[in-house]
């Protein structure tokens, strides 16, 4: 196999695996909204358990797609369900 094909074929893959975890995270937010309504940042990583880079990119996913709010005070933000 030509190594451009194998290393677009690798990078197409790791594509969709990326985009399935994110998706999954995005749920895993979503559902611990639900359930305890509007939370701080920390609060919702405390209890999704996502990694800081996880957690910003399932709220990134969310936010894309009209699922949440995210409103900021003067020193924390709070994400809830749209």
Known sequence: MDENLFHSIFLINNC???KEKIG???GI???A???NGEM???DVKKVTKLTEKD???ALGWLSREDKV???E???EVFVSVA
């Open 40 to 42: 701080n940042l920390k």
């Open 55 to 57: 957690l910003y990119a």
């Open 69 to 71: 709010t995210i409103t």
């Open 73 to 75: 005070n003067e020193k």
């Open 33 to 35: 909204l639900s359930g």
């Open 16 to 18: 969709r695996e990326m």
């Open 24 to 26: 999954n995270n995005a």
């Open 29 to 31: 937010v979503w559902n």
